[in-house]
């Protein structure tokens, strides 16, 4: 391997250095790997032999700064294997991801590093006020990752974790591939267009573009297996036939009895999982993800999640109702089923609001919604964004943008990479490619959103609101980035508590429908005048509605997701303990689990997730009552407390519990009646 490939070499040129995208060639990937692993290595075995007595300079510290090759790197593969796995790149993932694994045990089980931390924890540094509030928590949180990551087991049991870690690895990476395979695989064709019936004319293009782009091999539409083509198809097909296929193809994904099912797979993982819990002394998988959590243990996390479901079940069934009474109206013939339950729920929304959504799409272009949020952004925390050419990026549709604080200084870099594509992963997600600290000289982070929009042919690419929700969520998750404000590189951003980082993403979503936004930038792409006030009034007053189903497609994977990682080591098989537990709770049979146990990437792609999708009720539910302050306040916009948001959520990181931040900015612990209010769910008195 040369040493000199640009994938070892720090990045070069303006603003601290850019990736080096246009450098890459992936042949060079696995060799790149082991260079830096070997280095990383190095630095920490250096670390972990200092004659000196440890410090938290000499050890601490100098953890944060290990490693800068192999972060870089990962980096740049992360962004290959998420937005541009065609090619060799799922073989080289195969490779890859295991020695990463490999890597990360090698230092948590290194036994002298672990002695230092040890000394360090136990120091008087740790209560006698020498160590800051932030330096504590490192010190804090760095000692128990250590213990959950196995460093007092045996060797014997080092082993055997190192074992269990690595296999893990390829199973998450084979799991990724087989979604992906029957995302690409399964593409639901069209020919004839009165099937298009129904269907808003934005779709219809944005399908023929989907053919065109697949040399229209199957007919003159396609459907492709993503959320962002699904979602319109069965919202506003009339063709009943049609969106049962579109369905099916979206809801088996990894589930289809071939090559690409993942059912084996999950048993593997999950059996794996409660194997390594036990190995590291906890009850199940979820008590081991569950400990450095706001949640803290599982039963937290089920108390709040079943205050909620059976709220929601109750409200589902009142629009199933709803829904079954305008399909008996027209002589439909047909019980709800869960491909049915958006096309009526449209019907009902219009009956009972007189609000077509269809009506908003031609307001949501996704170039305005884009300025849309950065204007927002500049309203509260003094944000500006600059679009910038002759900076490398990793494919044409990715666009970079330079943001500047409220003083002129330099606060961060913005890529959006906004287009589905093949070998780009569904769903919506953001990514650091660097991120802030403040040790000896200011290093501002580099972050990207990522989405799945169906390209138009010609003109703006319209979107849904609900996609239009996700993409101000998505950038939540950037601001929280980019508006970092610590010293150390481990407490930036969003490296906080997974419960807790989805608050400051869901709490920007809130700016989409405030009349800021949408009177300026809502506009027709056609005629360019602003959403009217008669529409606007309409969502307003149709705000929770439907609730009922997002509630419960979302809290159905949920408490999936939790009940099979407290199950311990049994025999699962992941259909049947689906449809079994589901059946339990008293799951609508009208509604699919937005995550089917197949398809569930958030807990099965990786550890991130796992026992822990909760986290997004429990973020909203602190989202929930963030919002209501501002709605004291008499404005979204308040200088106050925007200003309060920002010293005690957004730019602070990790540096303090939570829980103290969100109390700081609330005056006081969460209400959790906020999160019903907003669903439009009843409270408990």
Request: hydrophobic content about 40%.
């Amino acid at each position: 391997m040369d040493v000199e490939s640009p994938l070892l070499k720090p990045w070069t040129g303006p603003y601290g250095g850019v990736p080096p995208w246009t450098l890459v060639r992936t042949e060079e990937f696995v060799p790149a790997f082991d260079v830096a692993i070997t280095r990383a290595q190095q630095e920490i075995d250096a670390i972990a032999a200092n004659p000196a007595s440890a410090t938290f300079d000499n050890t601490i510290l100098a953890m944060q700064n290990a490693g800068d090759d192999l972060r870089r790197l990962e980096a740049i593969f992360g962004v290959h294997a998420s937005n541009l796995n065609v090619g060799p790149i799922p073989d080289i993932e195969k490779t890859v991801v295991p020695k990463l694994s490999q890597h990360g045990d090698s230092i948590y089980q290194n036994k002298p590093l672990f002695d230092r931390i040890s000394k360090i924890y136990d120091s008087p540094s740790m209560k006698d006020g020498t160590f800051t509030v932030a330096q504590t928590r490192i010190v804090d949180d760095l000692y128990k990752t250590f213990i959950r990551q196995g460093a007092r087991l045996d060797e014997t049991q080092k082993a055997k974790l190192s074992q269990i870690n690595t296999r893990l690895a390829r199973l998450f990476t084979d799991f990724s591939q087989n979604v992906l395979e029957d995302e690409k695989g399964y593409v639901t064709w069209i020919d004839d267009e009165a099937r298009l019936a129904g269907l808003p004319q934005s779709v219809v293009d944005a399908m023929a573009s989907a053919a065109k782009e697949r040399a229209n091999s199957g007919g003159k539409w396609a459907v492709t297996n993503t959320r962002s083509s699904m979602d319109p198809v069965l919202t506003y097909a009339d063709d009943r036939a049609l969106r049962e296929v579109v369905w099916r193809n979206y809801y088996n994904r990894g589930d289809n009895g071939d090559k690409h099912d993942n059912n084996a797979i999950i048993s593997e993982i999950l059996k794996l999982r409660a194997a390594r819990a036990k190995l590291l002394g906890y009850p199940t998988h979820a008590h081991w993800r569950m400990e450095p959590t706001m949640a803290k243990e599982p039963q937290a996390a089920m108390d709040l999640m079943m205050k909620v479901w059976p709220k929601a079940v109750a409200r589902v069934i009142e629009e199933v109702a709803d829904m079954q009474a305008i399909a008996d109206a027209e002589n439909a013939d047909l019980k709800i089923e869960p491909w049915d339950y958006r096309y009526y729920a449209e019907k009902v929304r219009k009956e009972k609001y007189d609000l077509d959504l269809n009506e908003v799409t031609p307001y949501m272009q996704l170039d305005k919604l884009r300025e849309a949020m950065m204007w927002a952004a500049g309203r509260l925390y003094g944000l500006t964004f600059k679009q910038i050419s002759g900076i490398p990026i990793f494919h044409p549709d990715v666009t970079v943008w330079e943001v500047s604080k409220a003083d002129g200084s330099f606060a961060g870099l913005w890529y959006l990479d906004p287009f589905a594509r093949e070998g780009k992963r569904s769903g919506a997600w953001m990514t650091d490619y660097r991120e802030q600290q403040n040790v000896t000289s200011e290093i501002r982070p580099i972050v990207s959103n990522n989405s799945n929009f169906v390209k138009s042919g010609d003109g703006a690419t319209l979107i849904s609101w609900d996609d239009a929700v996700t993409l101000f969520h998505e950038f939540g998750h950037a601001l929280h980035s980019l508006l970092s404000n610590v010293k150390y590189r481990s407490q930036a951003g969003t490296n906080v508590a997974r419960d807790y980082v989805e608050f400051p993403s869901q709490v920007n979503e809130h700016w989409l429908d405030t009349p800021e936004v949408l009177n300026q930038f809502a506009v027709h792409h056609e005629t360019g005048e602003a959403l009217p006030q008669s529409l606007l009034d309409k969502i307003k007053k149709a705000s929770t509605f439907n609730k009922g189903f997002d509630t419960v497609e979302y809290l159905a994977s949920a408490l999936i997701d939790m009940k099979l990682h407290l199950a311990g080591d049994a025999d699962i098989d992941p259909d049947t303990f689906e449809r079994e537990t589901l059946a339990a709770i008293g799951m609508p049979a009208e509604i699919p689990m937005r995550h089917r146990t197949p398809q569930f990437a958030h807990i099965f792609s990786s550890d991130a997730y796992s026992a822990g999708y909760y986290s997004y009720l429990w973020s909203d539910a602190l989202t929930a009552d963030a919002a209501e302050r501002f709605v004291e306040a008499g404005s979204f916009y308040d200088p106050t407390v925007a200003k309060s948001l920002y010293e005690n959520v957004m730019s602070v990181g990790d540096t303090i519990d939570p829980a103290e931040g969100f109390r700081r900015f609330r005056g006081r612990d969460v209400d959790t009646g906020a999160l019903l209010r907003k669903r439009g769910f009843p409270v408990d008195e």
